[in-house]
């Protein structure tokens, strides 16, 4: 008798294990597809998360030492800083306008005395993040998002005294890409205004960080928000309910600042 060999692809087993082949390479190169649309996106969105957060805290590095020179503390300061991309520049147009209701002893009356005077900023720009430093603080603003107080500025207040720091940067360069840049600041003639018998202070910032700036006098200077203009991006609030009538200093640096 002559027995004929059976055919492999007759054979049930070999079915199976062809079936469970492809059911495999069908789950891995789902799994696979599955990694590439919301994996890949994911682990971007975590390594932009880590460079933000870099970049925030060399700007408070960079805060503290730029501080030194408005504060009269160094002549002129030297920081290294890591770029991921974006760009770094030292730009802008804001300004602090502070105006002081003062006791006039030769005529016996009130009068308001006022002092204004353009801070401007140094801004590293990351993805939709931008990170800067703006008159002795660090703020960082999200997109549409508002922005947040990454280090407070030097303001102070005490029992008889407010001491208002305005540091004016000025420069207009800057750099994009990756790598490692210098920012360079170098003080200039600081000046102390004095302002004696203040009954009241009104503080006007216009920035692109007006909603920080906002919080940070309401919440730390104790300060009444009289007025936000979210179109020109400022924000007007006044400091009234002193115990008894305060001295004002307001300190004017000018510094130049150049990015390398």
Do not use: C
Request: net charge negative.
């Amino acid at each position: 008798m002559h027995i004929v060999p059976k055919k492999i692809f007759k054979s049930e087993g070999a079915v199976s294990e062809v079936v469970d082949t492809i059911l495999i390479l069908g789950i891995m190169l789902i799994a696979i597809s599955i990694i590439g649309v919301a994996g890949y996106p994911a682990l971007q969105n975590i390594q932009e998360h880590g460079h933000t957060e870099n970049i925030k805290q060399s700007h408070i590095v960079l805060g503290e030492n730029i501080n030194k020179v408005v504060f009269d503390m160094a002549p002129s300061q030297s920081v290294e800083l890591k770029m991921y991309g974006g760009n770094a520049l030292v730009s802008g147009t804001s300004t602090i306008n502070v105006t002081m209701q003062t006791w006039n002893s030769s005529s016996a009356g009130l009068e308001n005395q006022t002092f204004k005077r353009q801070m401007r900023e140094i801004k590293h720009s990351y993805e939709e993040t931008a990170v800067a430093y703006e008159n002795t603080g660090v703020w960082a603003k999200y997109g549409n998002e508002g922005t947040i107080m990454v280090k407070k500025p030097g303001f102070v207040l005490s029992d008889n005294n407010m001491i208002i720091p305005v540091a004016a940067v000025m420069g207009s360069n800057g750099i994009s890409g990756e790598g490692l840049i210098r920012v360079i600041a170098d003080g200039g003639y600081s000046s102390v205004f004095s302002y004696e018998n203040v009954s009241s202070v009104d503080i006007t910032v216009k920035s692109d960080y007006y909603t920080g700036w906002e919080n940070y006098l309401n919440e730390t200077m104790g300060m009444q928000v009289i007025n936000r203009d979210e179109t020109n991006t400022t924000v007007h609030l006044r400091k009234e309910d002193f115990s008894e009538n305060i001295d004002v200093y307001i300190t004017h640096s000018p510094m130049k600042v150049r990015v390398e």
